[in-house]
T-cell receptor, first 115, second 116 residues
Framework: AQSVTQPDIHITVSEGASLELRCNYS??????LFWYVQSPGQGLQLLLK??????LVQGIKGFEAEFKRSQSSFNLRKPSVHWSDAAEYFC?????????????FGKGTKLSVIP | DTGVSQDPRHKITKRGQNVTFRCDPI?????LYWYRQTLGQGPEFLTY????????KSRLLSDRFSAERPKGSFSTLEIQRTEQGDSAMYLC??????????????FGPGTRLTVL
């Protein structure tokens, strides 16, 4: 069974600083990987996804993530954080078994942004 | 913008009562998913439908839980004899079934259940 670990429960950064949120996954085959963001009172919004090909993927809101098979990682980055990025971020892996479409999420990383 | 909607947004109930939640997916989406999110955790998969067929259920979906999608449009999730451990945010998502594995799951705002 697949699993996702987000080692950082809470991160605080200053506005304008760079950001990296860590994600490690466990899965037997090449995984499908996702980053979602959840703001208070809002539904989960997909930031970006990786299926295959180029290991550096670009997403919305200026986010990018890099898939590193050797490290089983899919870390999310942003070069300059804005106050509106404060939210909770979830990494997820999708099962590639036939007929299974569930996502397995990590526990999330809460991002606080200092003005 | 007709995204995924869920009703009610909040529900407070007493232990032992039954509750029912409704999810209206994006209109052309034929896959519908239910997840549960407890405090400090990520969403956990419960079940999913393709059209009206329930194709996958998680071990988390105990006998007290039942989900339906009678006409392949909206879905309901019922919890019978609620327990305090059922307190959580219940999330609904929908997607198109395409030729590839994955089409983006669009999530609703969730229904927050509190069992007293």
């Amino acid at each position: 069974a697949q699993s996702v670990t987000q080692p950082d429960i809470h991160i605080t950064v200053s506005e304008g600083a760079s950001l990296e949120l860590r994600c490690n996954y466990s899965y037997g085959a090449t995984p499908y990987l996702f980053w979602y963001v959840q703001s208070p009172g809002q539904g989960l919004q997909l930031l970006l996804k990786y299926f295959s090909g180029d290991t550096l993927v670009q997403g919305i809101k200026g986010f990018e993530a890099e898939f590193k098979r050797s490290q089983s990682s899919f870390n999310l980055r942003k070069p300059s954080v804005h106050w509106s990025d404060a939210a909770e971020y979830f990494c997820a892996v999708g099962a590639t078994g036939a007929g299974s479409y569930q996502l397995t999420f990590g526990k999330g990383t809460k991002l606080s942004v200092i003005p | 913008d007709t995204g995924v909607s869920q009703d009610p947004r909040h529900k407070i109930t007493k232990r032992g009562q039954n509750v029912t939640f409704r999810c209206d997916p994006i209109s052309e989406h034929n896959r519908l998913y239910w997840y549960r999110q407890t405090l400090g955790q990520g969403p956990e998969f419960l079940t999913y439908f393709q059209n009206e067929a329930q194709l996958e259920k998680s071990r988390l979906l105990s006998d007290r839980f039942s989900a339906e999608r009678p006409k392949g449009s909206f879905s309901t999730l019922e919890i019978q004899r609620t327990e305090q451990g059922d307190s959580a945010m219940y999330l609904c998502a929908s997607s198109l079934a395409g030729t590839g594995w994955y089409n983006e799951q669009f999530f609703g705002p969730g229904t927050r259940l509190t069992v007293l």
